[in-house]
């Protein structure tokens, strides 16, 4: 009988941890402008773009990327299959520092377990490029233009 009981035992043990690992992460129904998603455990972040309506961005349990505004009709993915675990910040995108500079794009930071892209939006086409690896402290853009951390609120 003990020789049938750890067998047993073991088999439990490993169905439970392959359980655990299986398992996605833990959703979170969030809401903004009336649509609500489910979101891994940190916040939305609420950006107020200089140029165009502003905009909610957040992370789902599967760590794909969401985005919501108020006159769309529900939540869509960020194009570029991006994976993060969290919104970090949001940059509207000038060319350059002069009283004459225009704003040409805005970004999103997103951070991973490792690492932080951007994703950046070019008012000229009105399309999101991929997204691309930066450093910690970047904002999203390079010389001669500049970005200009966007006013934003963390939503809980």
Same mark, same amino acid.
């Given at each position: 009988m003990?020789v049938? *009981?750890? =067998?047993?035992?073991? %088999?439990? +043990?490993l169905a +439970?941890?392959?359980?655990?690992? %299986?398992? =996605?992460?833990?959703?979170?129904?969030r809401t903004?402008?009336g649509?609500?998603?489910?979101?891994?455990a940190? @916040?939305?972040l609420l950006?107020? &773009?200089d *140029?165009? !309506?502003? !905009?909610?961005?957040?992370v789902a349990p599967?760590?794909s990327i &969401?985005?919501t @505004?108020?006159? +769309?009709d529900? &939540?869509y !993915?960020? =194009?570029g299959?991006? *994976?993060?675990?969290?919104?970090?910040? %949001? #940059?509207?995108i000038?060319?350059?520092?002069s009283q004459n500079a225009q704003?040409?794009?805005?970004a999103?930071k997103?951070?991973t377990t490792?690492s932080s892209y951007?994703? #950046?939006?070019?008012? +000229?086409t009105?399309?999101w490029?991929? @997204? #691309?690896e930066?450093?910690?402290s970047s904002?999203c853009?390079s010389s =001669?233009?500049i970005?200009?951390?966007?006013t934003?609120w963390?939503?809980q």
């Amino acid at each position: 009988m003990k020789v049938l *009981r750890l =067998p047993f035992v073991l %088999a439990v +043990a490993l169905a +439970a941890l392959l359980g655990t690992l %299986a398992s =996605p992460a833990s959703a979170v129904e969030r809401t903004c402008y009336g649509k609500t998603g489910n979101f891994n455990a940190n @916040w939305l972040l609420l950006v107020d &773009w200089d *140029r165009g !309506e502003s !905009e909610c961005f957040g992370v789902a349990p599967s760590g794909s990327i &969401w985005h919501t @505004w108020q006159t +769309a009709d529900t &939540w869509y !993915e960020m =194009p570029g299959s991006g *994976r993060a675990s969290y919104v970090a910040n %949001a #940059y509207d995108i000038y060319d350059g520092i002069s009283q004459n500079a225009q704003n040409i794009g805005k970004a999103v930071k997103v951070v991973t377990t490792s690492s932080s892209y951007c994703s #950046y939006l070019d008012y +000229a086409t009105n399309t999101w490029g991929g @997204w #691309y690896e930066v450093s910690t402290s970047s904002t999203c853009t390079s010389s =001669p233009n500049i970005g200009y951390e966007a006013t934003h609120w963390l939503l809980q």
